[in-house]
Every structure is written in structure tokens, then in C-alpha cells.
């Protein structure tokens, strides 16, 4: 009798450390997920827009380098559509990620090629693709594959520049005198584009300067971690410590131009 309760107890205690080791190994994997899958969808969808609003600029552009802008400006947001994706295909959902990076990536290829017509179609299908058994569930490699730094920075610039407008975004938040982001300015769009910026600074770590890496390294991850404390502060709605977040990316963004740029 002894010994049986011994052994449930031996077997318990076993079972309690073998579930243990799974947690551990599913924070592991999951440690580097930027976005909380129940945010995915909205940055997929703002940036899906970007992508159309650049395609439209693109083909009513007459200037070329209006058209070079434009097609940029689509081209990136559909790179951070692949980004996006790929953030975690460790989930229940990888496969379907997996296929939407695929797919995105082919919307950049398209929009590089010109093609807008098969580019907007494809846009258009991009949520609700049938799972691609083939995509495969490892990350690929974006950064330079598919944006050089002027790119992925191009997104912080004005939209008729080609960018999202995010530069001056976070600036005009940064002058507010009560030093709070105030309840109004606190909603997805801005939650968005804050996992945005953590995605980016990926981007921007990949990044290797003639000269500094380890300074580089450092204002590439101290824009990740605020973006990552905004996005946290946001969604607590506490308007007061978003706003000291703000700041902390926003320095990031001036101590590296200001060695870099
Ligand atoms: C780790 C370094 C680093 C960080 C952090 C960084 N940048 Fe940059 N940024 C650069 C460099 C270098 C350039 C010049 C790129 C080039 O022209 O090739 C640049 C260029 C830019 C440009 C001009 C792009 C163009 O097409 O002319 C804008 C706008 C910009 N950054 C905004 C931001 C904002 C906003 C942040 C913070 C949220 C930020 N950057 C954070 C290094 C950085």
C-alpha cells in the first residue's frame, strides 16, 4: 500500500515535471514572438491597406519618382506582412502564417516587377488564403533579402514620401504637455504600428554599420524594447507609462541617427 502511494506520488511529481518542461519549452520558442497572436490580424490589416494605397499611388503616379516612392511604400508593408507572419509559426496557426509569408513576399515581387493588377488581386486574397501544406515553418531571412536600411526605415517618413507617417506620429505624441498619450490617441491603429516599429527594429539589428555594431546593436534593441513597453502600456490603457515608453523609442531613434545617419 505504501509503496503504490510512493509510486503515484513518484509518478505525479514526474508527470507535474514533465508539464513543466513543456511550459519551458513552449516559453523558449515562443520567446522571441513580438506580436500576441490576438493583435496579428489588425497589423496584417492596416498594413494590407498600405500596401493598397501604395499600389494605387503607383499606377496613378506620373512622376518616376513618384512611382519609385509609391511602389516602396507597398513593397514594405508587404515585407511587414511577411514579418508579421512569421513572428510565430510555432503556434497552432504556423502553417497558415507560414503560407501568408509566402504570399506576401510574392505581393513584393510583384510590386518590384510592376504588376500591379495581379499585385491588388493578390492583396486582396491575402487573409483568407487556403493553407499551403508546403510553405515551410522557418523564418526567412528579410533584411536585405527584401529591404535595405533606407527602406525599412522609409516607413517612419511622411505617406507622400513613401513612408506610414510613423516619425511624426511619434513626435506630436511626444509634445503632449500633460505627458500622457491621452485615452483618445489609445486604440489598434496605434497598438499596430508600435509592434510595427519592434518588427522593424528586427530589420534594423540585422543591420551591420562599416563601423560601431555594438552601439548599433544596442539603439536597434532599445527601440525594440520600447516599442515592446508602449505596446504593453497601451494595452493596459495607462496613457502616463506609454507615454514615458514614447520617450524611451524615441531617444533610441535620435542616439542612433545622431552616430549613424
Ligand atoms: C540603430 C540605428 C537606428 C535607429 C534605432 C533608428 N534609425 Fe532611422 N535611420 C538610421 C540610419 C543609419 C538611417 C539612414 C539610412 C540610409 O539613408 O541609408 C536612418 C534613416 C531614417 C529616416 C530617413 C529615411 C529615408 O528614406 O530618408 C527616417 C525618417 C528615420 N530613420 C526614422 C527613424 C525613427 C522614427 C526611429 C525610431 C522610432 C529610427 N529612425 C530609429 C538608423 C537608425
Known amino acids: 500500500m505504501l509503496k503504490s502511494v510512493c509510486s503515484r506520488a513518484v509518478r505525479a511529481a514526474a508527470l507535474v515535471f514533465a508539464l513543466g518542461l513543456v511550459a519551458l519549452g513552449q516559453a523558449q520558442e515562443g520567446k522571441d514572438v513580438v506580436i500576441p497572436d490576438g493583435d496579428y490580424a489588425k497589423l496584417v490589416e492596416a498594413q494590407l ?11 496613378e503616379a506620373t512622376e518616376k519618382d513618384q512611382v519609385k516612392k509609391m511602389k516602396t511604400k507597398a ?13 510565430n509559426l510555432a503556434g497552432k496557426d504556423g502553417q497558415q502564417r507560414a503560407t501568408v509569408r509566402d504570399a506576401a513576399l510574392n505581393l513584393a515581387a510583384l510590386v518590384k516587377g510592376e504588376k500591379y493588377d495581379e499585385a491588388v488581386k493578390l492583396a486582396g486574397d491575402l487573409k483568407d488564403l487556403k493553407e499551403d ?20 526605415m522609409s516607413q517612419f517618413k511622411q505617406p507622400k514620401a513613401g513612408g ?3 516619425e511624426k506620429l511619434l513626435l506630436s505624441l511626444a509634445t503632449d504637455k500633460k505627458k500622457v498619450v491621452p485615452p483618445a490617441a489609445i486604440n489598434d491603429a496605434l497598438l499596430s504600428t508600435t509592434y510595427q516599429i519592434a518588427l522593424l527594429s528586427d530589420l534594423t539589428h540585422d543591420h551591420v554599420p562599416a563601423k560601431d555594431k555594438k552601439d548599433w546593436d544596442i539603439w536597434s534593441v532599445d527601440m525594440k524594447k520600447g516599442a515592446l513597453e508602449m505596446a504593453s502600456q497601451l494595452k493596459a490603457k495607462d496613457g502616463k507609462a506609454a507615454f514615458a515608453a514614447l520617450n524611451k523609442l524615441n531617444t533610441s531613434c535620435s542616439a542612433c541617427h545622431e552616430r549613424f545617419k
Open 133 to 152: 501544406s508546403k510553405a515551410k515553418k522557418e523564418k526567412v531571412k528579410l533584411y536585405e533579402a527584401h529591404l535595405d536600411l533606407q527602406e525599412v
Open 49 to 59: 491597406k498600405v500596401v493598397q494605397e501604395g499600389l494605387k499611388g503607383a499606377k
Open 75 to 87: 513593397r514594405c508593408a508587404a515585407v511587414m506582412i511577411a514579418a508579421a507572419a512569421q513572428d
Open 164 to 166: 506610414q507617417g510613423i
